[in-house]
């Protein structure tokens, strides 16, 4: 994806509509190119779309509320709002939510069981964060089951997102104790999307979450390259977090 086109769904994503000779003026691009890449991007055609009077938005903005993210997610809300609810309660907003997008929750493979699983290990992380960290998380933002798909280009599948207030953890779980390397590879591969989505002003960290193992914290060299990703059992969850947060500093 070009550099050009993600700057400018950036642009269109922090703000409530746009015009393109705005958008040129602010990236200090011509105004051909603009409307050349409004017209013809892939990721135009997907993530942003236009009003009657010419006016640019995105379909999730790039700033706290993410308004539109509700859209594509089984569940969506703030932390505060998620821990507001029963578990039944929230079992029934995830089911309708994944109605509505068109996810099959079919528990022929223990479906709903894993998703209970998650919601404890998420749980047990904020119990952590209310005895360690200040109000803020409360804040922010969760989502469970996001599904973007809506042509080829842009294709986004998470279990559970934690938006902060500059990060967006990409949570994947499995109810095992220990990760087979096609699960790492599959715990980032939709970064890259995370990261459009979400704009620059957002760092996206992939975590794998092993809820069948205990005690287990460590990063993992992810396929050929240099990158190490997060493995953590439930228990060791908010370890993640506070690497990159630093509340124990």
């Known amino acids: 994806m070009r550099q050009t086109d993600r700057e400018i769904c950036a642009v269109i994503c922090r703000r409530d509509g746009i015009l393109a000779r705005e958008i040129a003026r602010e990236l200090d691009l ?9 017209y013809s991007s892939p990721l135009m055609k997907e993530l942003c779309w236009q009003d009657r009077d010419f006016r640019w938005h995105g379909l999730v903005r790039q700033a706290r509320p ?21 578990e039944d309660a929230w079992m029934a907003r995830l089911e309708e939510g994944c109605g509505n997008i068109g996810r099959s929750l079919s528990d022929a493979r223990g479906l709903l069981h894993s998703f209970r699983d998650c919601r404890a290990v998420l749980l047990g992380l904020f119990a952590d964060l209310r005895s360690m960290a200040g109000p803020a998380w409360l804040d922010w933002e969760i989502a469970f089951e996001l599904r973007l798909k809506r042509t080829r280009h842009v294709r986004l599948y998470a279990d559970v997102l934690i ?12 109810m095992k104790k220990a990760a087979e390397p096609g699960e790492l590879l599959q715990a980032a591969k939709y970064c890259p999307y995370l990261e459009i989505l979400f704009g620059p002003d957002y760092e996206v960290i992939p975590v794998l979450v092993l809820t069948g193992a205990r005690e287990l914290y460590s990063f993992e060299p992810l396929g050929e390259t240099d990158a190490l990703l997060p493995v953590c059992s439930g228990d060791m969850l908010f370890n993640v977090f506070d690497e990159y947060l630093g509340f124990l500093d």
């Not at 011509?30 to 890449?37: A, F, K, L, S, W």
């Open 30 to 38: 011509d105004r051909q190119t603009v409307n050349h890449i409004l």
């Open 66 to 86: 993410h308004t539109g993210l509700q859209e594509f997610a089984g569940y969506y809300d703030s932390v505060r709002g998620f821990l507001a609810l029963s």
């Open 163 to 174: 938006i902060t207030e500059d990060r967006v953890f990409s949570l994947e779980f499995k």
